[in-house]
């Protein structure tokens, strides 16, 4: 097998084939549903299905914490698990540039290929392009993931009220100042590492609370931001946040501070915001802090009647100010 | 952060708040609100984050002066900066320049146009991008106050004395002492006192605001930290309740009276005073920093044969009047409807320490 990927491992010849049945097939062609046709035939499950896609293009595609395959698992379940739903089935499409490593396209596989292991999710089909060096920034991935709801879980905007409380399962921003520092190969050590995770046991932990439990969403691209944003905006609500409550881990505090970004805009891989009924928020807290993916869990707010669509944040000092959504680019500051 | 956390200690911070209010009080009721300028933009970022101003007495207002790098540079530089761009050259830049409104366009609409813009964290890195593709030309946008200048001018240093022969400068570095006292002499803009930079002042030191102290204005040096932005105005409280005018350092953990010597001494050798354009300041005597005439060399301008342009700014945007502390972002008929962080038509609007992007992420959050 040659060192790095050419063009024609895309031309549908040989060199294709030999990737394909080397590198994917090898990995993910193991289980009854056998061996990667265009099409993957399921199983009916029975229940009503969660269906999401999403397409991964993170630079650089390894960074402390995770890389491209990792995230690109993860992002996709972590969208049908805060939907409500267990992740099943993953297609995963492969863009290559001409030239990758196959050191490193193994390394992305074999993270594609433990996560979904982690997971409980399976590889059904796929699809391998190459183009040309320039045209992509090592490899792109794109998704599909389909999900089974859970029974007994209605979650959405809709169903939040005055006197819920909302809760963030960890640290805040990890992965974005992670890749940040990496991307532009900050001095800092330690460096922030990245939180991406799966987050479906989460999820799952707390579906015996029904109808308690009113809202998930992973805070990825906008970060906690524009989560709160979403859940309140067209309604008579308002969501006031605790800044000592916020989570965050020291060294990506400073990294946000050093660059001017707002934590609360920065996205997070592996965490799950959550509103739940005020009656059942401590038994929340309790269940995720038992679990290594929630150990970090808090209180960080409160949904309050009031001037619609507001996010306030209640400052350490005593202080308050609107939250706002990012504004797009995060560009870091002059001084 | 745990050292940090000591200057964001919410008991602290109760009983500052508690002085404030207790001064402010004895503040006699015939005079109107106390109008206190923050200068400095990382002051205005400071205050809007932490929610500073709901912490305030209703008599004690904080004005955002013209101290954020980003809102005071003149349209025509970008336009200088676009065309340099457009002749071929990379341009290297802090990034919130990228959105502020020339003329006609943003380096962030000329980059989607294909050029090449890059966005750098420290000036050093206009070094590594220049020596990365020798063949061509690399303009490193050299803005900001006198915090920002010494890293610069070190870098300056570096391409001068080691032979970078592909990058230069193009120079609007401006001058905090000089704008304050153009503000002093408006008389359309009332202050009683200024809240003096933090990093600023580290440099050229607390006794640059003697002067001002001396014609009756309470100057007082504050960090940026929640709890130094307290402490400050207390103690510009403090001064007016006793009748006084004195400079005084309350950040003296970093600032020192006379400044930074070496810094200053590096200044002085690649740069001089000339006359500055100011974003809806105007011209201002001796305002800004340009390179000396015997490093024309690494001057941009002179290598490109292009002196800086006038330009023209929106005439519908009031920045001008913000940066003067003459009306609040919310008075500027474009605030919030035409101009957003999103779509920025002033510069006020563009930095994340500009007074009207302040404002409009953060305002007084009374829920």
Redesign the interface.
């Known amino acids: 097998m040659s060192a790095a990927i050419q063009l024609a491992h895309g031309g549908g010849g040989a060199l294709m084939r030999e990737l394909i049945d080397a590198e994917i097939r090898a990995r993910f062609a193991d289980d009854a549903l056998a061996p990667l046709p265009d099409a993957a035939i399921l199983p009916s499950p029975g229940s009503r299905l969660a269906f999401t896609t999403d397409a991964f293009v993170v630079s650089p595609f390894e960074f402390p914490g995770g890389d491209i395959g990792r995230l690109a698992v993860c992002g996709t379940a972590n969208d049908l698990s805060v939907a409500g739903a267990i992740p099943r089935y993953l297609s995963v499409a492969l863009i290559l540039e001409e030239g990758l490593s196959f050191a490193a396209l193994r390394r992305v596989l074999d993270s594609i290929q433990a996560t979904a292991a982690e997971i409980g999710m399976r590889v059904v089909t796929g699809d391998t392009k190459v183009v040309p060096r320039g045209q992509a920034d090592g490899l792109y991935i794109t998704t599909t993931g389909i999900g089974e709801l859970i029974d007994g879980l209605r979650l959405g905007p809709e169903h939040v009220r005055t006197g819920d409380r909302v809760i963030v399962s960890g640290n805040l921003g990890d992965h974005g100042m992670a890749v940040m520092c990496a991307r532009e190969s900050l001095p800092v050590h330690p460096a922030p590492k990245s939180d991406v995770a799966p987050v479906h046991p989460l999820v799952e932990a707390v579906a015996s609370f029904g109808d308690a439990v009113r809202f998930m969403r992973d805070p990825t691209r906008g970060g906690l931001a524009s989560v709160a944003h979403e859940i309140v905006e067209g309604r008579p609500l308002a969501i006031e946040l605790d800044e000592s409550a916020l989570p965050v881990a020291p060294t990506t505090q400073s990294v946000a501070e050093i660059l001017g970004m707002e934590l609360m805009h920065v996205a997070c891989e592996g965490r799950v915001v959550a509103v739940v009924d005020n009656t059942v928020a401590d038994e929340v807290i309790a269940t995720w802090r038992n679990m290594p993916q929630g150990r970090g869990a808090r209180v960080i707010g409160d949904v309050v009647d009031g001037k619609s669509g507001r996010v306030v944040l209640r400052t350490r000092i005593g202080g308050q100010r609107f939250v706002d959504r990012p504004s797009g680019e995060l560009l870091p500051r002059i001084c | 952060?745990?050292y940090?956390n000591g200057f964001?200690?919410?008991l602290a911070?109760?009983a500052l708040?508690a002085r404030i209010a207790d001064s402010a009080s004895r503040l006699s009721a015939e005079r109107g609100p106390v109008r206190l300028m923050e200068v400095c933009?990382?002051h205005t970022?400071a205050i809007?984050?932490?929610?500073?101003?709901?912490?305030l007495p209703s008599n004690v207002e904080l004005i955002s002066g013209p101290g954020c790098?980003?809102c005071v540079t003149a349209p025509g530089y970008v336009d200088t900066a676009v065309e340099m761009a457009r002749r071929g050259a990379a341009i290297v830049t802090?990034?919130?320049?990228?959105?502020v409104p020339g003329t006609s366009t943003t380096l962030?609409k000329e980059r989607a146009r294909g050029a090449t813009v890059h966005?750098c964290?420290s000036p050093a890195e206009a070094i590594a991008h220049a020596q990365n593709e020798p063949d061509r030309e690399h303009v490193f946008l050299a803005?900001?106050?006198e915090?920002?200048a010494p890293a610069v001018t070190a870098v300056m240093h570096q391409a001068a004395t080691h032979g970078i022969p592909n990058l230069s400068f193009l120079t609007a570095f401006k001058l905090v002492p000089p704008a304050l006292q153009a503000l002093m002499n408006d008389p359309d803009v009332a202050l009683d006192a200024f809240l003096c930079p933090a990093?600023v002042s580290a440099i050229i030191g607390a006794d640059a605001y003697r002067p001002f102290a001396a014609q009756g204005t309470p100057c007082v040096v504050a960090g940026f930290e929640?709890?130094d932005i307290?402490d400050g105005v207390e103690a510009i409280l403090r001064q007016m309740l006793d009748g006084r005018s004195f400079v005084e350092n309350r950040y003296s953990r970093v600032v020192k009276d006379g400044g930074n010597a070496r810094a200053q001494e590096l200044m002085a050798r690649y740069l001089r005073p000339i006359d500055a354009s100011w974003r809806g300041l105007g011209t201002i005597p001796e305002s800004g920093l340009g390179l000396r005439p015997e490093f024309s060399t690494i001057d941009a301008e002179v290598r490109f044969g292009l002196p800086q342009r006038e330009g023209k700014p929106n005439p519908k945007c009031l920045c001008g009047d913000v940066l003067k502390g003459k009306i609040r972002p919310a008075q500027c008929p474009l605030f919030g409807t035409v101009c957003?962080?999103?779509q920025p038509m002033g510069p006020c609007m563009v930095?994340?320490?500009g007074s009207c992007a302040a404002e409009?992420?953060?305002?007084?959050?009374?829920?």
Do not use: C, N, Q
């Not at chain 2, 802090?94 to 959105?99: C, E, P, T």
């Open positions: 952060m745990i940090l964001r200690d919410p911070a109760a708040r933009g990382s970022m809007a984050r932490s929610g500073i101003k709901a912490m790098p980003v802090f990034g919130d320049m990228v959105r962030a966005v964290y803005i900001g106050f915090t920002t990093h929640p709890l307290l957003t962080p999103i930095s994340s320490e409009y992420r953060y305002a007084k959050g009374a829920a």
